[in-house]
């Protein structure tokens, strides 16, 4: 059974940083794509980043050049880091798993596992 757990959220300052990990279990090695997403309050959840399990990444526009995902197959870990957070990043964040490859997609329907979140918040 595929489980995710994330953590690393918080609150912090706009401009400030923020690293996400995402702890998956019951596969292994590289052979689920794996993304994070978002959902601002009072707003539909959105793709931040995904990367599949070929290790092609894609970042959404509003993000690109401030996150950066990585994964470490070793420790089934996903991580995202977060610069230059503004207030307009504040959102609960998501990590999720599929089995797929080379979609190129941040749809969250594209994806059947996911965490339970955790919250960021960014302050002006």
């Known amino acids: 059974q595929v489980q995710l757990v994330e953590s690393g959220g918080g609150s912090v300052q706009a401009g400030g940083s923020l690293r996400l990990s995402c702890a998956a279990s019951?596969?292994?090695?590289?052979?689920?794509?794996m993304g994070w997403f978002r959902q601002p309050p009072g707003k539909e959840r959105e793709g931040v980043t995904v990367?599949?399990?070929?290790?092609?990444?894609i970042y959404a526009d509003s993000v690109k050049g401030r996150f950066t995902a990585s994964k470490d197959s070793a420790k089934n870990t996903l991580y995202l880091q977060m610069d230059s957070l503004k207030p307009e990043d504040t959102a609960m964040y998501y990590c999720?798993?599929?089995?797929?490859?080379?979609?190129?997609?941040?749809?969250?329907?594209?994806?059947?596992?996911w965490g339970q979140g955790t919250q960021v918040t960014v302050s002006s």
């Open positions: 999720a798993a599929d089995t797929w490859s080379g979609l190129d997609t941040l749809d969250p329907e594209d994806f059947g596992y």
């Open positions: 019951g596969y292994t090695g590289d052979t689920y794509s």
């Open positions: 990367v599949d399990r070929d290790g092609i990444t």
